[in-house]
């Protein structure tokens, strides 16, 4: 995770983003500790990466990489305010030792893709379609081996996989149908047939935007519907208040980079 104490809407690169729309610093540094503060009381360990002036997404430290079994699969971002978060992230993956791919695609790490490692023996789903280029999942594919499948976003409120799909445990996801094309709802539907299903109001609540470990889900307190369904198939969902970041396009999941050993 990475502090937002530099956050800001300072342009506007997804259509959540309004510059006329003035940002409670300190309010979003608030909601983010406790955002850090639930998952360290739910057993998590929370590694920090040092949020640089000039960089107000870093924030979303989701997007900086994808890690599977060790391997991390960097990110190389599609607009030019962001270029230079991919150069943080990776100095905190050699750091710390981790085998570290730099690509040659354009991907947003975690903002477009997903991993399941028991899933038809260990699946990445990889959206497409408004910031990470289909080369980039053949890469993946590459780097990480692992099969990847390729799903075409096509609501450019739903810019990445992550605010559209999320895994809630290691087979199974929640997704929002309306955010993929027909042929990508079929794929999910083949793949996944007890999946979660999310409604509208869930979606643009940026319920799907979470974390779980198999058992807590870590979710927008707004998406209160997709809480009542989680709740209803087992799982424990966990609210947290991140209207600040709401702002930036982001909430649970974009703050978050899973490190999968």
């Not at 230079?84 to 085998?99: K, L, S, T, V």
């Not at 096509?154 to 992550?162: A, E, G, N, S, T």
């Not at 209160?224 to 709740?231: C, E, F, M, P």
Request: negative net charge; glycine residues 8%; contains cysteine.
């Amino acid at each position: 995770m990475c502090s937002p104490e530099h956050f800001a809407v300072e342009y506007a690169i997804n259509p959540w983003m309004d510059v006329t729309a003035p940002v409670d610093a300190e309010l979003a540094v608030k909601q983010w500790d406790r955002l850090r503060e639930t998952l360290v009381g739910l057993g998590h360990e929370v590694h920090l990466l040092t949020p640089e002036r000039g960089l107000p997404d870093m924030v979303f430290a989701a997007n900086g990489a994808f890690v599977v079994d060790g391997t991390v699969y960097g990110a190389q971002f599609k607009h030019e305010q962001r270029h230079a978060e991919a150069a943080a992230h990776r100095a905190f993956y050699e750091a710390n030792g981790w085998r570290f791919i730099a690509p040659s695609e354009t991907n947003e790490g975690e903002g477009d893709f997903a991993y399941l490692p028991e899933a038809h023996g260990g699946l990445i789903l990889a959206g497409h379609g408004f910031r990470t280029e289909t080369a980039a999942h053949a890469e993946a594919q590459e780097a990480l081996g692992r099969p990847v499948v390729s799903l075409r976003l096509v609501d450019p409120r739903f810019y990445h996989l992550d605010v559209a799909l999320a895994s809630i445990d290691d087979e199974n996801v929640v997704y929002y149908p309306g955010a993929f094309s027909a042929a990508s709802q079929r794929v999910l539907t083949q793949l996944f047939p007890d999946a979660v299903i999310a409604d509208d109001e869930d979606a643009l609540a940026f319920g799907l935007n979470l974390v779980s470990d198999g058992l807590n889900v870590v979710l927008n307190s707004e998406a209160t519907r997709l809480a009542g369904k989680l709740k209803a198939v087992g799982y424990h969902p966990v609210p947290v208040e991140l209207a600040e970041l709401k702002k930036g396009g982001g909430s649970v999941k974009c703050c978050i980079a899973e490190l999968r050993h």
